[in-house]
């Protein structure tokens, strides 16, 4: 015969299985009980040793095995609440006829807020149906404390079984709790006798109690509001409602044999602790209109009527409910809320603060805090959110689109389980407690009672550290977000963004056509969604924004455009509502730049640039090109001609890549250099990837390599790396056939090359052209496209004229094959940098010509003077001065060999050649006008070298992104700097010979 191995279990071997942690100790307390099945039972509690010690005791006042073995359910709630409520055990064994309100189907019934009311009522003798009932037990504190832990029990047991979730627990706790002030103020109102009806008393349930998310044990915050009777004097009945509040906080706090409720704490009553318990509702209404702090009202968020005069209680509560909705008008009301929360946490105790569920860092009032910020900020315009109780409040956030759908779903996850680990470190001892344990048994029994049975001390402590972490982050987030601020200093009737309203501040703030910008607000605003919730949280304060810019009218547009573009795409108005930092920046750029407005209209998720400014610096040379390649490649390894898409696909990313360069521009994050040499990056990484698709495609329709080498050589600005927004890429191409190829065929492909890459480059798209410029090479226009290296040794050797070396000292090979390149620099470098310089006949062209070049190019009818490339002291001044100085010099002083203009003037100046005082007078010059012109793109998405000065929003607008603060100020210091560069010009570059 086999015996099992269950027969063969020891007592102890069992207990230890089941979680028994003192398993020999429990096998010799067990002895002589007869328990059958309830032995196996004990595995389902979260602390085994404390539910059978429990257990014992309770068998011990009265026998109920036979009951429990043939209620299961029964059995499993009264394990739960003996494993975790050594507490709630104590009272079973007070009061054992008790453990039935776990045992049939009323054990899973939740009982109304009435019923409890009605329960403690009648437990301390009271008429229920009274207006105002009296307490008639024999002794009511005492009947009264167990009547509530009876009905603490019945709950306990369902929570502990997870018959209901952690909202409605704490709900029907503060229902619990109104009920037990409702029969603690009968028992006053019989301890007063008849002069408990001089007046009227209403308790307004405060902070948890009131918000209907009460703990298991908490004092229970309480304000009292009173008026007197029909026909009686106020000072005798706000005597009498002030023994009766004393009475009923009495009643639940005073200590009895069967223990006390909890304290009833009235210091948030209007001056505290120090003012009257009770006072009138004129009396509340005066304090909280002339004296009320910041934080008081925070605490008003909370006020519900709980007992008493509930008719006096809800005419106090709207009473005082435009008060609260206003308050977070007051000047500095978001940075009060921000500071009290600062201070709760400053004065924890250092070694709590890692303990802490309630008041640390990630801990319950971390999110409290960010909720009814949010509340009362963005509650004055939606009345949807004005709600006590925290839960609903974050749901309806989220509903609103104050909050994201993630971070809200997070905090209401984490949110729940810091609740319900509270709850369990309560129901403990059933005493106010907000400390995480840190004995081992304690924390297995509360890892256990949360499910947690493979290791429970450490998987309840990493969750709950996740979750605290969590709550931090989000707290940070919202807590601190600026738009806060932002909303909250907004007068009260503009966060309401109604017709009447929006269209006077419209034109309060400047907006030209107020009508046109009220279609764009009702078009953004209109409906129920949750994008426009947002939207209508986001605009008062970005109308704001827009007025402050050059272009209020512009700004609103292009937010609308770039709104309907990127539609329901989820993130972008998540973006502008959690970083006001990005929604302040796109107002800026949309309301001062229509060609950064453009470029992000072709492409709207280039809003997410502006979430950093990290982001908005301009990506190094070898990154783009990395990913220019990259996506040129997916193209070309198709088997069908994608030569165009793999174009567009770089043009996009040139797009892209403007928009970043001229939101760093207009935020002042790059300076002029910075900027010349980001679009000069661009512009190359462009030009390379697009010059590999042609080769490729000419390949192709050849059916075979390339037979010749080529290059691209930039000059002029390019060359220079100091293209501004609206230059065109000055070239030359050059190319050099391979050893045994046809010289004809290899200049003919090489032609193919150049013209496919300006055809692909040429083609329509949504960005601004990239225009590809021959026309500096020889010959000008009237010379070959492409010339061989030969070619241009033989042309600079017999026929290169002055203007053409002068060309050159801006010429750089960038682009093609690189031997190629090389090459060719060293055939141009003798032609710019001439041994001997220049002689005077030369040097008298080069003046003449420059000459010649300001009167034939100047427009007619323009002051020449705000002209900033060909004007006196203008780009064109500088630039030649140092292109002089090269000519002359750069052979002896390498620091010269340079294609860049601002590089030469430092050299020359090190050199000696150039007054050091010159050539800063000269250097800024320069710098300014390249800002006027990039200032001028970026405001009008159009190229000019002219200061605006007829349109007054253009001149305006040019003004301010160059930061000055009248336009007058910036031609007065434009002038000024041109008029001492035109000085430096008249020496230096014509010497003595003015006739020249």
């Not at 952690?166 to 008849?194: F, H, K, N, T, W």
């Not at 750089?812 to 940098?833: H, S, T």
Request: aromatic share 6%.
């Amino acid at each position: 015969m086999v015996v099992s191995e269950r027969r063969l279990e020891s007592l102890a071997g069992r207990l230890a299985r089941l979680g028994v942690t003192d398993a020999t100790g429990a096998e010799r307390r067990l002895q002589g009980q007869e328990l059958n099945g309830l032995v196996e039972a004990l595995g389902t509690a979260a602390d085994p040793d404390l539910a059978l010690t429990g257990l014992l005791r309770l068998l011990e006042t009265a026998d109920i095995r036979a009951e429990l073995n043939a209620d299961a359910d029964a059995r499993d709630r009264l394990f739960a609440v003996l494993g975790v409520s050594a507490a709630l055990a104590d009272h079973l064994v007070r009061h054992p006829g008790h453990w039935r309100v776990l045992a049939g189907p009323d054990a899973v019934r939740r009982p109304t807020a009435d019923e409890l009311r009605q329960t403690l009522l009648r437990a301390v003798g009271a008429d229920p149906a009274h207006p105002a009932p009296r307490a008639t037990a024999e002794d009511p504190l005492v009947a009264l404390r167990v009547a509530y832990r009876r009905a603490l029990l019945h709950l306990a047991g369902r929570d502990l079984t997870h018959v209901v979730d952690i909202e409605d627990v704490a709900a029907e706790l503060a229902d619990l709790a109104s009920a037990a002030l409702e029969a603690g103020l009968a028992i006053a109102r019989a301890e007063l006798g008849e002069q408990a009806d001089l007046c009227r008393v209403a308790v307004i349930g405060m902070g948890k109690c009131g918000g209907r998310e009460l703990n298991y044990v908490s004092d229970v915050d309480v304000v009292f509001v009173a008026e007197p009777a029909p026909g009686q004097d106020e000072d005798a009945a706000l005597r009498a409602a002030t023994r009766l509040a004393s009475g009923m906080m009495r009643a639940c706090s005073a200590t009895t044999p069967e223990g006390a409720l909890w304290e009833v704490d009235a210091a948030l009553r209007p001056e505290g602790k120090s003012g009257p318990l009770v006072r009138t509702m004129a009396s509340h209404r005066a304090y909280y209109e002339r004296w009320a702090k910041t934080w008081e009202f925070q605490a008003l968020l909370k006020a519900r009527p709980v007992a008493g005069d509930l008719e006096l209680g809800e005419d106090y509560v709207r009473t005082l409910a435009p008060l609260v909705w206003s308050a977070a008008g007051r000047d500095n009301f978001v940075e009060d809320v921000q500071a009290m929360r600062r201070r709760v946490e400053e004065h924890i105790a250092p070694e709590q603060a890692g303990r802490q569920l309630k008041l640390g860092p990630g801990g319950l009032r971390d999110v409290e805090f960010a909720v009814q910020l949010l509340q009362l900020v963005h509650g004055r315009a939606d009345e949807e959110l004005r709600g006590p109780n925290t839960l609903i409040a974050l749901k309806k956030l989220s509903w609103g689109g104050y909050v994201g759908r993630g971070d809200a779903a997070a905090l209401s996850t984490a949110y729940r389980f810091l609740r319900r680990v509270e709850h369990l470190i309560q129901l403990h001892r059933l005493r106010r407690n907000h400390l995480v344990p840190e004995d081992e048994q304690s924390l297995r029994r509360l890892g256990r009672a949360l499910g947690f049975r493979v290791d429970p001390v450490g998987e309840f402590t990493a969750e709950w550290r996740r979750h605290a972490r969590e709550v931090r982050r989000l707290h940070e987030k919202l807590f601190y977000r600026p738009l806060l601020q932002a909303v909250a200093r907004l007068p009260g009737d503009e966060v309401r963004l109604t017709r009447e309203a929006a269209r006077t501040r419209l034109e309060a703030l400047g907006y030209t056509d107020p009508a046109g910008a009220l279609r764009h607000l009702e078009a953004l605003t209109a409906g129920v969604s949750r994008r426009a919730s947002i939207q209508r949280t986001l605009l008062p304060v970005m109308l704001d924004w827009f007025a402050d810019c050059p272009d209020p009218d512009a700004g609103l547009l292009g937010f609308r455009q770039v709104s309907d573009a990127l539609g329901t795409t989820p993130w972008y108005l998540r973006l502008l509502r959690d970083d006001v930092a990005v929604a302040e920046r796109m107002a800026r750029v949309l309301a001062s730049s229509r060609y950064a407005t453009e470029l992000l209209l072709r492409a709207p998720e280039a809003v997410g640039m502006l979430r950093a400014e990290s982001e908005l610096t301009p990506r190094p040379a070898d990154a783009l090109r990395g990913e220019a390649q990259s996506a040129v490649g997916r193209y070309l390894s198709s088997p069908h001609d994608r030569s165009a898409d793999a174009v567009a696909a770089v043009r996009g990313l040139r797009r892209r890549e403007l928009f970043r360069t001229a939101v760093a521009d207009l935020l002042g994050l790059l300076d002029e250099r910075a900027t010349a040499e980001a679009l000069t990056t661009i512009t190359t990484v462009t030009i390379e990837a697009a010059l590999r698709v042609a080769i490729e495609r000419i390949s192709a329709e050849r059916s075979a390599p390339l037979p010749t080498r080529f290059a691209i050589v930039a000059m002029g600005r390019y060359g220079g790396f100091e293209l501004g927004y609206g230059s065109d890429a000055d070239v030359m191409f050059v190319h050099d056939p391979l050893p045994g190829a046809d010289e004809r065929e290899a200049s003919s492909v090489a032609h193919a090359v150049a013209e496919e890459l300006r055809r692909l480059l040429a083609l329509p798209a949504p960005d601004p052209p990239l225009v590809i410029d021959p026309g500096l090479r020889p010959e000008g226009r009237h010379g070959p496209l492409v010339r061989t290296l030969d070619s241009y040794a033989s042309y600079y050797r017999r026929w290169s004229a002055p203007w053409e070396s002068q060309a050159l000292l801006r010429a750089a090979p960038i682009i093609g094959d690189e031997g190629l390149r090389e090459r060719f620099r060293a055939l141009i470098d003798p032609v710019r940098w001439p041994e001997n310089g220049i002689d005077d006949t030369a040097l008298r062209e080069i003046r003449r010509l420059k000459a010649r070049m300001e009167a034939e190019r100047l427009p007619r009818g323009v002051d020449r003077r705000l002209h900033t490339k060909l004007g006196p002291g203008g780009l064109s001044d500088v630039e030649w001065v140092a292109q002089l100085l090269q000519l002359r010099h750069a052979h002896d002083v390498p620091g010269l060999r340079t294609t860049r203009t601002l590089a030469a003037l430092d050299a020359a100046a090190e050199a000696g050649l150039l007054d050091s005082d010159d050539a800063a007078i000269l250097t800024d010059a320069w710098r300014m006008a390249t800002r006027i012109r990039n200032a001028i793109m970026l405001v009008r998405g159009r190229a000019s070298d002219l200061l605006p000065t007829e349109h007054h929003r253009e001149r305006s607008a040019v003004t301010s992104v160059l930061g000055y603060p009248a336009s007058g100020a910036l031609l007065e210091d434009y002038r000024r700097r041109a008029r001492h560069a035109r000085k430096v010009v008249e020496r230096v570059f014509y010497g003595d010979d003015q006739s020249a």
